[in-house]
C-alpha cells in the first residue's frame, strides 16, 4: 500500500493550492490507483488542515488501549 504519509503530503498540497477535497479524490486515485485513500478520509484531513491542524500525524484513537508484550507482563 502507498505510504499514507506520502498521501497526505498530497492533500495539504492541494489544500494549500485551494483545490477542494472532491478535485483532490480524483487526482489521489489518478496518482494512486487502488491504494488511494478514500473519499472520507481525503474529506477528513480536509476538515483537520480547515481547523489549523497542520500536523501530518495520525491522531490517536479512542478505543481499546495498545499493549506491549514483555518478559515482565507476561
Known sequence: M???KEQCVCIKFCFFLGKTAA???IMLREA???E?????KVYE???R???????????PRSGHPSTTRTDENI
Open 45 to 47: 484531513w480536509f476538515a
Open 2 to 4: 502507498a505510504d499514507l
Open 23 to 25: 478535485e483532490t479524490v
Open 36 to 40: 488511494a485513500l478514500s473519499q472520507a
Open 49 to 59: 488542515f480547515k481547523r489549523g491542524d497542520m500536523s501530518l500525524e495520525d491522531q
Open 32 to 34: 494512486f490507483k487502488e
